[in-house]
DNA sequence: AATACGTCCAACCGCCGAACC
DNA sequence: AGGTTCGGCGGTTGGACGTAT
């Protein structure tokens, strides 16, 4: 459960604590106390650091302090005082008596946190969805309205409509011309979000066999120049996320067809 | 029975602010 | 005023142990 004991490059002793150095840590501070904990381990006869040791007595062998079985009580008052002041480990062990901010910090990671997750109602569910979605359309509006500005007139942009309740493949778009000889690379998204049939609105899921986990894909862009790089896809990469890893210079102008 | 995976917690680490020189 | 030391805090990790496959 423990890291296993072994000696830095100082000669200073690391790991699990053995009942030895405990007796001798406990009995050096209970005949002398703790004024100075660097220099306590070479009084107390321990090749310990005077971290190690603080640590070893305020969390373990201070005589009151309290270990495992949590009340009910101590765990509402935790998830009470994680509420309010956050992850102030040090403030919420100072209103559970004998209780160490390790301790706690412990409990919240390996008990409590599930439980606050788990008293999370369905329509807190449905807003924090909601909220995500809002963020997700302002963030595309803003790219949306930049490739408005930047695509020129002459240029044809087509969307093939989107089947209304479909969660499938939802759109195919090319980034070249095709001809009998070179058939158009064709990317397949998956809509991710609201199906309201608006192509730069929405996030995409690269969805299709061209866009496997590692393949690079060449975007053209208006204007004739290409980014200094390809872009590299994984199975879960969203669209919109890829545009935006690019250089300002090179904000998304995706050549639509 | 062997192996893989997940959980839990003691202990470590890096950082920060206060106290001291 | 500036540098150093120390104690305290929160985040992270190592590895024993339990459970699933």
Not at 33 to 57: D, F, I, Q, T, V
Not at 126 to 146: A, D
């Amino acid at each position: 459960m423990v890291r296993a004991p072994f000696y830095d490059e100082n000669g200073v002793k690391k790991g699990a604590w053995s009942a030895e150095e405990d007796e001798k840590l406990k009995a050096y501070v209970q005949q002398h106390g703790h004024c100075n904990w660097r220099e306590l381990p070479k009084y107390a006869g321990l090749s310990r650091c005077g971290k190690s040791c603080r640590l070893r007595w305020i969390n373990y062998l201070r005589p009151d302090v309290k270990r495992g079985n949590y009340s009910k009580e101590e765990e509402e008052l935790i998830l009470q005082l994680h509420q309010k002041h956050g992850n102030k480990w040090s403030l919420i062990a100072a209103n559970l008596s004998g209780r160490t901010d390790n301790e706690i910090k412990n409990y919240w990671h390996t008990h409590l946190k599930k439980v606050k997750t788990n008293k999370v109602t369905k329509k807190q569910q449905n807003e924090e969805i909601s909220k995500q979605k809002s963020t997700q359309k302002r963030e595309i509006s803003g790219i949306k309205t930049n490739l408005a500005n930047q695509i020129p007139s002459n240029q044809i942009f087509e969307s093939s409509p989107f089947s209304p309740l479909s969660s499938e493949i939802s759109t195919v778009c090319s980034n070249q011309e095709s001809t009998e000889d070179s058939p158009p690379t064709t990317f397949k998204f998956q809509e991710l979000y609201d199906n309201n049939g608006d192509f730069w609105a929405n996030p995409f899921l690269a969805d299709n066999l061209e866009a496997e986990s590692g393949n690079s894909m060449n975007f053209d862009f208006i204007g004739g120049f290409n980014p200094p790089y390809d872009l590299e896809f994984d199975e879960n990469y969203l669209f919109y996320q890829a545009m935006k890893e690019l250089p300002e210079n090179y904000q998304p102008q995706l050549y639509p067809y």
